[in-house]
DNA sequence: TGTACATCAGTGAACGCGCGTTCACTGATGTAC
DNA sequence: TGTACATCAGTGAACGCGCGTTCACTGATGTAC
């Protein structure tokens, strides 16, 4: 698996050709095997099949390479939100619901990306790129949001960014303690998928929701 | 900082005397510094001033060192958990709103700890005693949930468990994308505390609570 | 109370290993004319 | 189209370092009698 590139010839000879992308594949190989710490530059060039000096053309060093990975990662994230909301339809409620279970899916199904982003402790200060992905995933969950709160009457509003962070966090706080495979995750009688959309739903009828009598 | 333990006088000599102590408690400052993969054997070992197979004695490997940190972490939280919910007086929601900040307090002013006890991939499957202690910990959360729920009408009671899920996975989210001093922690124009006790009740309001109007 | 002995807890030197990093280098690629 | 040259991307050898781990050892402590 060392040239596992999409498609394409394998390079050959002095030039690998594809080696930036090779090394942050073999990055997310070693989070998934042995966490954000277990990451070396190392041994992502031997997975590469370069010499251990070869990593230094691409990335100054173990740490620019992780913010490549959690960079790649929100924008994976952004869009797998995104998808699932599908700009709200055909119902606000339903499309809420179905990017809770978007999110968790790309925890399950993307572990080490999940990592790289939320808890490899990438210092998001020094990386204004970084941040701006993390903002732009982020926004997906705000926007819907704000179309579920919009169905409020005017004066009983919450604040839309208030609902969504309340929503990251619990769908983050079950995606990290009960959403992966790892072993020591708690282990409880139901799946997270159901422990989210229950979760989600005694929440947005505490805010009243939903309001309108014409929505299922 | 080499003898801190808390009272009485430096050991000397050949025995430490208070070796296992000094080395969780060089575990912690690790974590504090550097994070959980940060801690290692020969670090520990300086900073207790001893010979690096001096913890040998006390410890088969680093993760069994972890894994004592975690075990003392989780009984330091249940007590403060426990400490704060004080039986559900003079009420169970004050008490409930107390311990939610009690969770967020301990995750600021311990995150080494949190650390070790969350994120440190300390597996819990093979260490029936650190599962316990975790279970433990949790437990107080439960009784809680049990007490609040127990104040709706029977016929329209969630099962605790789940409401005591929600509330730990809202709590660890917020404690954990919000909660802590690290750089790489996003900004948001609301406290921690604040966010976690307007989620709390915007949820147990989706739960039908406060049901009793004798209660304020 | 004293003595002999077993056990405990830490020593310090040693080892192999993998990592990060540097360096002068060189093969391959792109471009100006 | 061909040639000269600059630039790029990877080499491979080397280094110092800190870690994990083992080992025979030894000083200190506890206990049986």
Redesign the interface.
């Known amino acids: 698996m060392k040239w596992n590139q999409d498609d394409g010839p394998p390079p050959r000879g002095y030039h690998h050709g594809n080696l930036k992308e090779t090394l942050i594949r073999a990055a997310l190989d070693l989070i998934a095997r042995k ?3 277990g990451v070396t530059f190392a041994e992502a060039a031997r997975f590469a099949g370069v010499s251990p000096a070869a990593p230094y053309r691409h990335f100054r060093d173990r740490d620019e390479l992780l913010a490549n990975v959690a960079l790649r990662g929100f924008g994976l994230f952004e869009a797998a939100l995104a998808r699932a909301w599908d700009d709200g339809q055909p119902e606000p409620l339903a499309a809420f619901e179905r990017m809770g279970r978007a999110y968790l899916e790309f925890a399950r199904t993307e572990p080490a990306y999940y990592s790289a982003m ?2 490899a ?5 020094d990386n204004q790129e970084l941040r701006a992905a ?1 903002e732009g995933a982020f926004g997906v969950i705000r926007t819907a949001a704000e179309r579920l709160v919009a169905q409020l009457p005017p004066q009983g509003r ?1 604040p839309a ?2 609902v969504a ?2 929503v ?7 995606a ?3 959403g992966r495979g ?5 282990k ?3 799946s997270p998928d159901e ?1 989210l959309e ?2 989600v ?7 009243g929701l939903p309001s309108d009598p014409a929505v299922t």
Chains 1, 2 share one sequence.
């Open positions: 966490g954000p710490s939320f808890e402790g990438v210092p998001l200060d993390g919450p960014l208030m962070l309340h990251w966090a619990m769908a983050h706080g079950i990290s303690l009960f790892d072993a020591g995750r708690r409880v009688p139901m422990l229950a979760g739903l005694v929440y947005l009828r505490g805010l």
